[in-house]
């Protein structure tokens, strides 16, 4: 079982809809979660960490479920500027603190 | 956010020789880096940890002898690609853990490298 794994889609919604994201991550000892975005033939640039209490950043909203071990993205009223690949990362945390990225979700949002 | 700028962005070069890439925090000091190489298509790949003043730490399958990487100060990692081939081309990238009170430990990275072998 890979260590971090997401749906690699492509998701492709029409402007103005909701969709949302899932990542599992396998090992339960991990400490911290980040959602980043991944432009094509670009760098990855942070969206948002996740907290446990869940959080929001205007049409964003993440949240962690640490019994089930995933974390979600929801994006409500899709831009189109909103296409990209979102890369769900996990930090195991420790002294080595390793970080693994997802293969990432490529969304799609069509006019 | 914090910076972080990688140099060149784009190089090309023919096979055999080597490449060295530069990845630098710009207002933060990071003790550890990481190496990523993307690529078209697919997911990023961790590399190597790259540890200020030690050895880097490489994943499984990555060579060492081939990937040298150089961890000097506390903001500057290279990666140098030696005997490159065209296998070697991609999109390599570099990140940086920065400390921030709003938001704890942030991964930032550089704008990446595109390596071609010709």
């Known amino acids: 079982r890979k260590e971090v794994e997401q749906d690699p889609g492509p998701f492709n919604v029409p402007e103005g809809a909701t969709v949302a994201f899932n990542c599992t991550y396998s090992n339960s000892a991990s400490q911290s979660f980040f959602w980043y975005r991944q432009d094509c033939r670009k760098e990855p640039k942070l969206l948002m960490s996740?907290?446990?209490s869940g959080n929001e950043d205007g049409r964003f909203t993440a949240q962690l479920n640490r019994a089930s071990q995933y974390i979600s993205l929801l994006i409500r009223d899709s831009k189109l500027s909103d296409s990209a690949t979102y890369l769900c990362?996990?930090?195991?945390?420790?002294?080595?603190?390793?970080?693994?990225f997802g293969t990432g979700t490529k969304l799609q949002v069509i006019p | 956010g914090a910076v972080v700028s990688q140099h060149p962005s784009r190089v090309i070069c023919k096979s055999g020789t080597s490449v060295k890439i530069e990845c630098r925090s710009l207002?933060?000091?990071?003790?550890?880096m990481f190496w990523y190489r993307q690529f078209p298509k697919q997911s990023l790949m961790l590399m190597a940890t790259?540890?200020?003043?030690?050895?880097?730490?490489?994943e499984q399958g990555v060579e060492k002898d081939k990937f040298l990487i150089n961890h000097a100060s506390l903001t500057l990692s290279t990666l140098t690609v030696t005997s490159a081939h065209p296998e070697d081309s991609s999109f390599y990238i570099c990140?940086?853990?920065?400390?921030?009170?709003?938001?704890?430990?942030?991964?930032?990275f550089g704008e990446g490298s595109w390596l071609t072998v010709v």
């Open positions: 990362v996990v930090n195991r945390g420790g002294g080595y603190q390793k970080v693994t």
């Open positions: 990140s940086a853990r920065a400390f921030q009170l709003s938001s704890g430990n942030t991964i930032y």
């Open positions: 790259s540890n200020e003043g030690s050895k880097a730490t490489y």
């Open positions: 996740v907290y446990s």
């Open positions: 207002d933060f000091q990071a003790t550890t």
